[in-house]
């Protein structure tokens, strides 16, 4: 008797469905591969992109960066940015971004589940949405060059990643 209430209690927990939190919204540093000058100097083979490389008011998204699951960082042109005391741009900063996943247009697996260190306005704009050129043109850089297109983009596939949608001007 001890035995089956203690195998229906399980199951009973375990079907009851625990949420798992996500990485997605969470802050991550935008990252690019180290050159042979940077690696030969001791670099790791990712660097952290600083603010002044970015431009003000662009998507960006970086792969490899460790602080997420799946090692994809985003930054959406609505991000906001490093300043300094005096409200000007802090260039040597580390640029910053955001833990994102590949999706599936239309789906809604980009909702941010775990809020804690979220940009407060982030999740309400959270969308599945292209980060990166148009398929089309992913399409014929890898058919084009196969090694360069692996060596820019890696194993990706599609140019959707959960993102925060822009905001209106």
Known sequence: MFVRTALMMSAALLLGGCE????????????????????AAGSDVAVAILE????????????GSVNCEDLICVRDQDYPRALN???????????????????VEGASSCD?????DVNPDLPGR???RPMLLDQD?????RSADEAFYRRTFGENNSPFFCAGALIPD
């Open 126 to 128: 959270m969308s599945c």
């Open 52 to 63: 002044k490389e970015i431009a003000a008011k662009q998507d960006f998204i970086s792969f």
């Open 20 to 39: 798992v939190a996500s990485e997605i919204g969470k802050p991550c540093t935008l990252v690019r591969k180290a050159t042979p000058e940077e690696r």
């Open 137 to 141: 043109t992913l399409d014929a850089l």
């Open 112 to 116: 941010v589940t775990d809020t804690d």
């Open 85 to 103: 005391e005096d409200g000007s741009l802090n260039e040597n900063a580390p640029a910053m971004g955001y833990c994102s996943k590949p999706c």
